[in-house]
C-alpha cells in the first residue's frame, strides 16, 4: 500500500552513524521501493519521504555538502512519545484518518509524568511563603501609597477662600497673629467661612485686608524676575544666548 505524503510514517534508520554511502545534494536519489528518501546529516535524523513518481528537484536543504542514502531493512517504530495519553490500535488509525490533526496532543495527561504530585498534595505547613518588606505587609499600606502607575503631577489650586484666609491669618512661614490653642482653632474656622462668601466681600469689610502685601502705591506684587532693587531684585533671570529651541518655537530658556 502506497503512503501518501501527508501521511507520512516516522521511520528511523538503525546504525545511522555507520553509513558510508554518500552523494551530493544536488544529485537525484535512488528509488527504493515505493518511495525514495534522503537523510541530512548533520541538520535532522528524520528521513524526508518524497513519492518516486515525483522527479522534483530537492529543495530547502540546510546541510548541501553531503547526505547519507541506506539501503538496507527498515525499522517501523512508534511515534515520538507524548506527555498526554495518545490513542492506541484500531482507535489511533481511526484517529489518523477522521482527525483534522493527528498529531495534535489529546490534552489528557499522564500522571507518572505531568504534575506528580499535585498542586494540591503538597503540605501547606512543609512551605514558607517568602515576605517582602514593605511590599508584603499589608498592614497599614494601601494600594494607593504604592500605585506608582498613578503618580502623575496634579493640579494645586488656591481658591478664594484660601486667599481671605492668607490675607487675614497669614500662612504658617510669615503669620500675622499667633494662633494657639482653641483660639487659633476658631480664628481659622472663621477666616474659611468668610472667605466662602469671595474676596469682593472681604474688602468691603476690611479695606486694608490687602495692604501688606501690595506693592507701593496700592499696586499688586510684580513676579519675581521684574524686581530691580530690593531682596527680590538681587536675582534676575537673564535670556541666555544659547537657546534650546529655534526662533520658530515658542519657548525661551531663562538662567
Known amino acids: 500500500m502506497a503512503l501518501e505524503l501527508e501521511d507520512l510514517v516516522e521511520i528511523w534508520l538503525e546504525a545511522f552513524n555507520t553509513l558510508s554511502f554518500t552523494f551530493m545534494v544536488d544529485k537525484w536519489i535512488r528509488p527504493i521501493g515505493p518511495f525514495e528518501f534522503f537523510v541530512v546529516k548533520p541538520a535532522t535524523t528524520r528521513p524526508i519521504?518524497?513519492?518516486?513518481?515525483?522527479?522534483?528537484?530537492?529543495?530547502?536543504?540546510?546541510?548541501?555538502?553531503?547526505?547519507t542514502t541506506w539501503t538496507g531493512s527498515l525499522k517501523l517504530t512508534a511515534r515520538m512519545q507524548k506527555y498526554t495519553v495518545q490513542p492506541t490500535g484500531i482507535f489511533a488509525v481511526i484517529n489518523r484518518l477522521l482527525a483534522i490533526d493527528p498529531k495534535r496532543s489529546t490534552g489528557v495527561p499522564l500522571n507518572p509524568q505531568f504534575r506528580n504530585p499535585p498542586p494540591g498534595g503538597q503540605d501547606p505547613n512543609a512551605y514558607d511563603d517568602p515576605i517582602t518588606v514593605p511590599a508584603g505587609d499589608i498592614a497599614e499600606n494601601p494600594y494607593w501609597k504604592?500605585?506608582?502607575?498613578?503618580?502623575?503631577?496634579?493640579?494645586?489650586?488656591?481658591?478664594?477662600?484660601?486667599?481671605?484666609?492668607?490675607?487675614?491669618?497669614?500662612?504658617?512661614?510669615?503669620?500675622?497673629?499667633?494662633?494657639?490653642?482653641?483660639?487659633?482653632?476658631?480664628?481659622?474656622?472663621?477666616?474659611q467661612e468668610e472667605g466662602s462668601k469671595g474676596l469682593a466681600v472681604a474688602f468691603e469689610k476690611n479695606m486694608g485686608l490687602a495692604k501688606d502685601v501690595l506693592g507701593p502705591g496700592g499696586m499688586p506684587p510684580l513676579p519675581s524676575g521684574m524686581h530691580t532693587s530690593g531682596p527680590a531684585g538681587a536675582k534676575r533671570y537673564e535670556l541666555e544666548s544659547d537657546q534650546s529651541y529655534g526662533t520658530a518655537y515658542p519657548c525661551r530658556t531663562f538662567a
Open 49 to 67: 519521504w518524497l513519492p518516486r513518481n515525483s522527479r522534483g528537484y530537492i529543495q530547502h536543504l540546510h546541510a548541501l555538502h553531503t547526505a
Open 146 to 191: 504604592r500605585d506608582v502607575r498613578r503618580r502623575y503631577p496634579k493640579l494645586s489650586t488656591i481658591t478664594q477662600a484660601d486667599a481671605v484666609a492668607l490675607l487675614q491669618v497669614g500662612s504658617a512661614a510669615a503669620p500675622k497673629q499667633e494662633l494657639i490653642g482653641e483660639a487659633g482653632s476658631k480664628e481659622l474656622v472663621a477666616a
